[in-house]
């Protein structure tokens, strides 16, 4: 059978392409044809509204259904497997691993080295071969060899892929086009590469450029991070070298504190000594007199009582006892006064100081590794959540809206004591801190609002702004300020309901902004040194919204 349909090869050719039929009809009149090529005939024929077999010319009127014949193609399938392999002597040699075998090797697969994109199939070099003498008259659309041929079909309708729908922006078959993708907007697929191919060019050409932007960004970074490097072990060398210095000073002013110590410890105990001497003789002196007036006392001789008596009696010279006094501490006292007092001088000088390196330093890191946010887009991506805290919100107002706006009440609100709880002025924190990058925005309306950042544990009766604890942006209809420390810093007016507020943390970097052009209202460089809470206050009918 199989030599019966290689020898009747003629049966199988589309009388219109002279190639082997594909989607083979068949007409009333018994002629085959490929679907394309007789419906291409067609076509030209619908302004006569007659159409005819182009070999035997019968015609049909009106334009007859076209079906595909599965009887013959089923057939045509066979006879391109049978004539190739007929053809074609078994293969000896495998595909090695992870190369795409042949799909017509019936023993052991050689290696193929084209696939065929009307076939579907992917050929070693001998069936290659054969495949273009099997498909004389018309070159079928070769690659090379590749696995995946079945992302090439249509999972519905098992044909190839062979049009781009620009409607649904995917890839369908014939039959999809006259189906579910009836009157989209259909291109070839070679129609729809060339137009992505474009695009690919630009995003391509776009991606490089951000490759180039990237890679400058890298090598900055990179070299900023040895600068880093280089300047932390130079500061590192020179602040070991100068805190060495300060020591060995320290170290001195303690021996020359010791030897003034001693010094004066001397002096005294010389003093004290010298004392202690004069008194142990003046008692021997006291006690031997005494020790001869007992004697004499017991005598009979009143003679010798008489004439020995005057040279007894009369009383040595000695030192006044009252007058007799050591200073046991007053000097080590104003000692000891000092040298705490200079300790603690010491310790506050230095808690300063090393306040201000560290904020020096975070700020060189920061200007070397990262650069502020200049687009509102860029500022987005630093966007935080935020929402007010029930428990701080002064007893007149009133939050709603999830607890992300707030107004004033002229009633008191129920709400249960609690130590965090406003009760001097209109105001409230929210329920999350600061402690990094972060974005959010505020709209407000009405006489007078406050928008702020403070620590949390400001007193409950102070107001934002007004301590150092808290910094606040205050706009009204026709003003508008900066208050911290209770210092108050005069703005333009600000004619704009929203406003914007971005915190670097570790840089020390407050900013206000008209949100929707990211225009600098305000910027604060400091040194934080607790978790910041935004914090909204409010005056009159006034009302706020985290946005």
Known sequence: MAESMIS???????????????????LNCGHNYCMGCIKGCWDQEDQKGIYSCPQCRQTFTPRPDLNKNNVLAELLEQFR??????????????????????????????KAVKSCLDCLLSYCETHYKVHND????????????????????????????????????TCVCFLCMVDDHKGHDTVSASAGRKEKQTYLEETQRTFQQRILEREKKLQELRKAVETLKSSAQTAVEDRERIFTEMILTIERRRSEVKELIRVQEKAEVSRAEGLLKQLEQEIAELKRR????????HTEDHIHFLKTFLSVSNRPEITNVSSIYVNQGLSFETVEKSVSSLKGQLEDFCKEEVIKISAAVMTKVHGLLSSEPTTREEFLRYSCHFTMDPNTAHRKLRLSEGNRRMERSFERQS???????????????????????????VEWSGDKVGIAVSYKNISRKGRFGRNDQSWTLELCRSSSSFWH??????????????????????????????????????????????????????????SVQLL
């Not at 971005?502 to 970097?509: E, W």
């Open 81 to 110: 497997k049978t004539r190739i392999q007929a053809v074609v002597p078994a293969p000896v040699v495998c595909a090695g691993p992870g190369e795409v075998e042949c799909d017509l090797c019936t023993d052991r697969k050689l």
């Open 8 to 26: 009747n090869q003629d049966l199988f050719m589309c009388p219109i392409c002279l190639d082997i039929l594909r989607d083979p009809v068949t």
């Open 290 to 297: 005494d020790a001869e007036l007992e004697q004499l006392s």
């Open 415 to 441: 709400a249960p004591d609690h130590p965090e709880r406003f009760d001097g002025w209109w105001q409230m924190l929210c329920r999350q801190g600061v402690s990094g990058r972060c974005y959010w925005e």
């Open 134 to 169: 099997v498909n004389p008259g018309r070159k079928h659309k070769m690659v090379d060899a590749t696995g995946q041929l079945q992302e090439r079909i249509c999972t519905q309708h098992e044909k190839p892929l062979e049009i781009f729908c620009r409607t649904d922006q």
């Open 485 to 542: 420390n209770n210092k108050e810093t005069k703005l333009p007016l600000v004619a704009t309901s929203r406003i914007g507020v971005y915190v670097d943390y570790s840089a020390g970097t407050l900013a206000f902004y008209i949100s929707d052009t990211m225009t600098l209202l305000h910027k604060v460089q400091t040194t934080f040194t607790d978790t910041l809470y935004p914090g909204l206050w409010l005056d009159k009918s006034s």
